[in-house]
């Protein structure tokens, strides 16, 4: 799985990530596969997402791990009693969804494998070259 308990730590605190681990692990692993798919869905255009997610230990990009995170514990915690705590993952999430609509827009680049890399890293199929006949001057 791409994301490990130890990852969770950062972006909330022990107490609270007790209380929101109560959810069952189905519930547990759903949210962390709609983040992620959520992730995928802003980054599939330029970058290649089965990378992204297949990437393990240090070589995952600390972001995405953060981000992915925020959003699933966003979506356990729609399932706690009461809604507790969903101000700040409510906040947390916007901020990580913001965040990927500014590297969908080209605003933000992280690094990531791009979608279009061949085999020694090179980007292909990505070079479109326009242009166009002199334009005439039909003087009469």
Not at 20 to 37: D, L
Not at 41 to 48: A, C, F, G, Q
Not at 97 to 116: C, F, H, M, R, Y
Request: net charge negative.
């Amino acid at each position: 799985m791409f994301l490990q308990e130890e990852d969770y730590r950062v972006v909330i605190g022990e107490q609270a990530l007790k209380v929101i681990s109560q959810v069952s692990a189905e519930t547990c692993s759903n949210a962390e596969q709609h983040a992620m798919e959520e992730i995928a869905s802003y980054l599939r255009p330029k970058y290649d997402a089965g990378a992204i997610f297949n990437a393990v230990g240090q070589c995952r990009n600390s972001l995405i791990v953060m981000y992915a995170c925020d959003m699933a514990l966003y979506h356990m915690a729609a399932s706690l009693p009461q809604k507790m705590g969903m101000e700040i993952r409510k906040e947390r999430y916007e901020r990580a969804v913001k965040w990927l609509e500014s590297v969908q827009a080209g605003k933000v680049i992280p690094d990531l494998p791009t979608a279009n890399t061949g085999e020694n890293g090179e980007e292909i199929g990505q070079t479109i070259v326009y242009h166009s006949q002199q334009q005439l001057k039909h003087n009469w």
